[in-house]
């Protein structure tokens, strides 16, 4: 009980205090959160993917098998969701948007400061990985998916090579693979930027929240949120066996895919004319039950 109560108060709490603050913001400047948003997506994040994996030790082969983990993770899930969706009765709007959040975890603004908070800066670099693959995925796959696979290829393209973390992920290998040393006047600025992601993320999850409402269906949502948090960790935990992870790569993978439904959902059910008020219920109701199985999991994984 003891181990639990600290993972919840040095892991967990302080991402609900700065959402909270998140939260509060919104209430009181609203309308603000797009552009909060919009400069944690194209500046910070990528300086954060840059600096964590271009001073990282890990492995070529660690970082394709955690690539490799987050397409089979969200690949399986998507499926299930498919399958589980149909006896739900869902409108075609609202069983698109279902598929959508049960496929896509937050791997972002919330799964990289418990991964930071939880496993040290190396299990961040680890998280990166996961995070940029997520977002190359949810720009191609899941504008398919939100445009009902039809006909959406060009906007697909478009929205892939509009991830600015994907190219820092390139800059970062580049540098390993050529052990270039990085001129201070280079690195500093994006240090410092990237040191603003993770308070960003967190302030930009809390407006985000702000948003929430009473959702229509919400046995449906109950479903979403039971297939997020409890059902993905267990097919997180049999594929890092399956690709042969271990160690802290094997808990950061795990965790991460216990991760709640991803905010970037609600933006595709904006774009897409989907069933925005449902896709947000669920992020909210997973985000703020989510520290119920995180600090179990995390438990779990130290133990």
């Given amino acids: 009980m003891t181990s639990l109560l600290s993972i919840l108060i040095s892991d967990v709490a302080p991402i609900f205090v700065i959402a909270g603050i998140g939260f509060l913001l919104e209430r009181r400047l609203g309308g603000s959160v797009k552009v909060l948003s919009s400069i944690s997506f194209n500046a910070l994040s990528p300086c954060l993917v840059f600096t964590q994996l271009a001073g990282s030790s890990m492995?070529?082969?660690?970082?394709?098998?955690m690539a490799a983990f987050c397409l089979l993770l969200t690949a399986i899930m998507g499926f299930i969701?498919?399958?589980?969706?149909?006896?739900?009765?869902?409108?075609?709007?609202?069983?698109?948007?279902?598929?959508?959040?049960?496929?896509?975890?937050?791997?972002?603004?919330?799964?990289?400061?418990?991964?930071?908070?939880a496993f040290g800066r190396e299990g961040l670099a680890h998280a990166s990985i996961y995070f940029v693959t997520s977002a190359v995925v949810v720009y191609t796959a899941g504008v398919f998916i939100a445009v009902h696979g039809g006909h959406?290829?060009?906007?697909?393209?478009?929205?892939?090579?509009?991830?600015?973390s994907l190219y820092a992920l390139a800059a970062?290998?580049?540098?390993?693979?050529?052990?270039?040393?990085?001129?201070?006047?280079?690195?500093?600025?994006?240090?410092?930027?990237?040191?603003?992601?993770i308070p960003m993320m967190l302030l930009v999850l809390g407006m985000q929240l702000k948003r929430a409402t009473f959702p229509?269906?919400?046995?449906?949502?109950?479903?979403?949120?039971?297939?997020?948090?409890?059902?993905?960790?267990?097919?997180?935990?049999?594929?890092?066996?399956?690709?042969?992870?271990?160690?802290?790569?094997?808990d950061v993978a795990i965790v991460v895919s216990a991760m709640p439904a991803a905010v970037v959902t609600t933006v595709l059910a904006l774009e897409f004319d989907l069933d925005s008020?449902?896709?947000?219920?669920?992020?909210?109701?997973?985000?703020?039950?989510?520290?119920l199985t995180l600090v179990l999991l995390i438990a779990y994984l130290k133990g």
């Fill in 59 to 65: 492995s070529a082969g660690d970082a394709g098998r």
């Fill in 81 to 117: 969701a498919r399958m589980v969706g149909s006896p739900l009765h869902l409108g075609g709007k609202t069983r698109t948007s279902f598929i959508l959040t049960v496929m896509f975890s937050n791997s972002g603004n919330f799964a990289l400061p418990v991964i930071l908070f």
């Fill in 152 to 164: 959406g290829f060009q906007k697909a393209m478009s929205g892939m090579v509009r991830v600015p």
């Fill in 172 to 197: 970062a290998f580049i540098f390993l693979v050529t052990r270039t040393t990085i001129p201070i006047a280079i690195m500093r600025p994006i240090g410092m930027l990237s040191d603003a992601a």
């Fill in 216 to 250: 229509e269906r919400p046995s449906a949502v109950l479903v979403a949120v039971a297939l997020s948090l409890l059902v993905a960790p267990v097919i997180g935990i049999t594929l890092s066996a399956l690709l042969g992870m271990t160690s802290l790569a094997r």
């Fill in 277 to 291: 008020a449902f896709v947000t219920s669920v992020v909210f109701v997973s985000t703020l039950l989510s520290p």
